[in-house]
């Protein structure tokens, strides 16, 4: 027997959208994504080379968020 989850409101495409942005932040370490670990892997880079960019990187894609998801998301009707 097949049951359907109840939301409450809750847009599940918006919040879909929203997750999956969030997601693929992973620009802070070289184990996060495995674009991160094949250019660790060449030796060219430093643990710490990914902290330097990806902490900016990160702080703006959050603010993004913060700011997509109060505004054009929800003109859109998504979230």
């Not at 409101?9 to 495995?34: D, K």
């Not at 710490?48 to 054009?72: E, K, N, Q, S």
């Amino acid at each position: 027997m097949l049951r359907a989850v109840k939301t409450l409101g809750l847009n599940l495409v918006g919040m879909t959208m929203i997750l999956q942005y969030v997601v693929s932040f992973g620009m802070l370490l070289p184990v996060n994504a495995p674009q991160n670990m094949i250019a660790y892997g060449t030796g060219a880079f430093e643990a710490r080379d990914f902290l330097r960019t990806g902490i900016p990187l990160t702080a703006a894609a959050y603010g993004l968020i913060l700011v997509l998801g109060a505004t054009y998301w929800k003109w859109l009707g998504l979230v």
